[in-house]
């Protein structure tokens, strides 16, 4: 479905339309995560009555929401219309474009993923562990397939995972290219850069909409290579005269050949702990994406045999989730204890959101005794994502008429959008959109239609969704006031009490007879209500709650969390 080059259309005035019905001849843009926030990228692309989807991954929590494990998009826009999904395309491996898919595979198992070799080898694995299945299509940079009413083509960008891939959608409706995460690295570790010839001949094609990674939007310039690295890391392996500890994205492949290639040079063996960084890195290994030395990598037994010099450790953690080897390390949880002469080497970015966990693990383990190396005081990490320079660059080589930025926070978005525009896309073609925005592309022109509700379905351990805002708030009034229960027992006629009432405190600290004043304020209150209302086992829960939290603040200065249990006498 290719059309003949042709210049930039001019703007015309933005039309309104209904996002209740998609007209024919419009393709439809629904972002179901990934706007306004770092993770859970999915985007539905809808034409001719055949839905595509863009990335399925997951969101991991902040400290505001206490046991849940992760965040997935909200399909529910498109629940009832799963049979018409064509196929699922990933651009690259990491969790935030991956982790959801098993999830989504639970409600229609037979949905294609299509994407490149790593990454499906990456998703394969997880599937063992959901015990989910379908069918996966392995492509490469550079081919084209037909998925419905969707063209599909593959370009080479590099990120910080090898395989990246961006996506150039045609259909009767236009060209829409979505970039996934990428930057410009000119000197990859790999060798494998980003196919600016073909962004090139997509912007001749003539490029209608481009939804574009925001991540690094406000960094001014253009970010440095992979390779500016290696001294700073390979001084730390020199300079260490204990134990190097790494802590690393499990996927991160480029950063831990670079490790591994300064613990070889260094006479260092290396282990690899914690479960998703061992299967990552066979993967990886096994596929020829990693590079390993015989001998170099062995198990923690053996490597534990060594004297501390010797010792190099690649783990999970870098972001300081509490269940990661790092964190464990750092709370003296782990079998491996960090002390001194140890150097930790936190080779990864800092996540917003994460920065409060991330400090508390440094703290862990300076407080043991180890040096902590990092972003923050030496140059060992770069993102793989591009900055203001790169995008500006990309901008000027497509030439896009309408722009989405994707991938960022708010502030991300609006930065990304200030780009365009200063690259000469009209401010009216620039469109800042939420997650549920439903955009419509026609002639030319794509604009905010409507918008469906997008909700945070959050993942604590086996159940999916079950955990609300009201649940969470629970959680945390437990965490900070702690918990109240309150045992009446009570005739179930008169509602009275027929005993002494019971309180079970947690969470807080009290006097042995503290309670003795909120016992008697309970039985009033009782006493009061059964004169004038007829007794109910919701109407004495409600009072009870009233009464004690009422006495709680007054007494205590907490609001811990009520739990009425009324028994009949």
């Given at each position: 479905?290719?059309?003949?080059?042709?210049?930039?259309?001019?703007?015309?005035?933005?039309?309104?339309?209904?996002?209740?019905?998609?007209?024919?001849?419009?393709?439809?843009?629904?972002?179901?995560?990934?706007?306004?926030?770092?993770?859970?990228?999915?985007?539905?692309?809808?034409?001719?009555?055949?839905?595509?989807?863009?990335?399925?991954?997951?969101?991991?929590?902040?400290?505001?929401?206490?046991?849940?494990?992760?965040?997935?998009?909200?399909?529910?826009?498109?629940?009832?219309?799963?049979?018409?999904?064509?196929?699922?395309?990933?651009?690259?491996?990491?969790?935030?474009?991956?982790?959801?898919?098993?999830?989504?595979?639970?409600?229609?198992?037979?949905?294609?993923?299509?994407?490149?070799?790593?990454?499906?080898?990456?998703?394969?694995?997880?599937?063992?562990?959901?015990?989910?299945?379908?069918?996966?299509?392995?492509?490469?940079?550079?081919?084209?397939?037909?998925?419905?009413?969707?063209?599909?083509?593959?370009?080479?960008?590099?990120?910080?995972?090898?395989?990246?891939?961006?996506?150039?959608?045609?259909?009767?409706?236009?060209?829409?290219?979505?970039?996934?995460?990428?930057?410009?690295?000119?000197?990859?570790?790999?060798?494998?850069?980003?196919?600016?010839?073909?962004?090139?001949?997509?912007?001749?094609?003539?490029?209608?909409?481009?939804?574009?990674?925001?991540?690094?939007?406000?960094?001014?310039?253009?970010?440095?290579?992979?390779?500016?690295?290696?001294?700073?890391?390979?001084?730390?392996?020199?300079?260490?005269?204990?134990?190097?500890?790494?802590?690393?994205?499990?996927?991160?492949?480029?950063?831990?050949?670079?490790?591994?290639?300064?613990?070889?040079?260094?006479?260092?063996?290396?282990?690899?702990?914690?479960?998703?960084?061992?299967?990552?890195?066979?993967?990886?290994?096994?596929?020829?994406?990693?590079?390993?030395?015989d001998g170099l990598v062995v198990d923690l037994p053996k490597l534990n045999r060594l004297p501390a010099n010797k010792i190099t450790l690649i783990c999970t953690g870098s972001q300081g989730e509490p269940l990661a080897a790092l964190s464990r390390m750092a709370s003296g949880e782990h079998q491996i204890k960090v002390g001194d002469g140890d150097t930790v080497l936190m080779a990864s970015s800092l996540i917003p959101g994460n920065e409060n966990a991330i400090y508390r693990v440094i703290n862990g383990l300076v407080d043991k005794g180890a040096r902590v190396v990092h972003k923050g005081n030496a140059k060992v990490h770069v993102s793989g994502h591009a900055s203001a320079g790169e995008l500006v660059y990309c901008y000027n080589i497509l030439e896009p008429a309408n722009v989405l930025p994707v991938h960022g926070e708010s502030r991300h978005l609006r930065a990304n959008a200030d780009l365009a525009i200063k690259t000469g896309v009209p401010r009216d073609r620039v469109l800042i959109a939420e997650n549920g925005s439903v955009i419509d592309l026609f002639d030319g022109i794509a604009t905010i239609t409507g918008s469906v509700p997008i909700e945070l379905i959050y993942v604590d351990g086996s159940a999916v969704g079950g955990v609300t805002e009201d649940s969470l708030a629970d959680r945390r009034l437990l965490a900070n006031e702690g918990v109240l229960t309150v045992i009446a027992i009570v005739d179930p006629d008169t509602g009275l009490l027929v005993d002494d009432v019971d309180f079970i405190g947690r969470g807080f600290a009290h006097e042995a007879n503290?309670?003795?004043?909120?016992?008697?304020?309970?039985?009033?209150?009782?006493?009061?209500?059964?004169?004038?209302?007829v007794a109910s086992r919701e109407n004495i829960e409600k009072r009870i709650v009233q009464e004690s939290a009422r006495w709680a603040k007054q007494t205590l200065g907490r609001q811990p969390l009520i739990v009425p249990v009324v028994v009949d006498g």
């Open positions: 479905m290719s059309r003949s080059p042709r210049q930039r259309r001019s703007p015309a005035a933005p039309r309104k339309r209904s996002s209740s019905a998609l007209q024919a001849g419009h393709l439809r843009v629904i972002a179901t995560g990934g706007l306004g926030e770092i993770g859970r990228n999915m985007t539905v692309f809808e034409f001719d009555g055949k839905l595509l989807i863009v990335d399925c991954g997951v969101l991991f929590p902040e400290e505001h929401q206490p046991g849940v494990d992760v965040i997935l998009p909200d399909w529910s826009c498109i629940r009832d219309r799963l049979d018409d999904v064509v196929a699922i395309v990933l651009t690259h491996g990491h969790e935030d474009h991956i982790g959801g898919v098993p999830y989504l595979l639970r409600e229609r198992g037979d949905i294609p993923v299509i994407s490149s070799r790593l990454t499906l080898h990456f998703l394969a694995a997880k599937f063992e562990e959901f015990k989910v299945s379908t069918t996966l299509i392995e492509v490469e940079a550079g081919q084209t397939r037909q998925e419905g009413p969707f063209e599909l083509e593959f370009i080479a960008v590099n990120h910080s995972i090898p395989d990246g891939l961006a996506i150039a959608i045609r259909t009767d409706a236009g060209l829409v290219l979505h970039t996934g995460d990428f930057k410009m690295d000119q000197f990859p570790l790999d060798g494998r850069i980003t196919d600016l010839r073909s962004f090139a001949r997509l912007g001749e094609e003539g490029l209608d909409l481009l939804l574009v990674d925001s991540t690094n939007a406000e960094v001014p310039g253009f970010m440095v290579s992979e390779r500016d690295l290696v001294p700073a890391i390979e001084k730390v392996f020199r300079e260490t005269s204990g134990r190097v500890i790494v802590s690393s994205f499990a996927s991160h492949v480029h950063r831990i050949q670079q490790v591994l290639d300064a613990a070889h040079a260094q006479g260092r063996k290396v282990a690899f702990v914690g479960r998703s960084m061992v299967r990552n890195m066979k993967i990886a290994t096994d596929l020829s994406y990693l590079d390993v030395p503290a309670f003795d004043s909120l016992a008697k304020a309970i039985g009033k209150t009782l006493t009061r209500e059964s004169d004038v209302k």
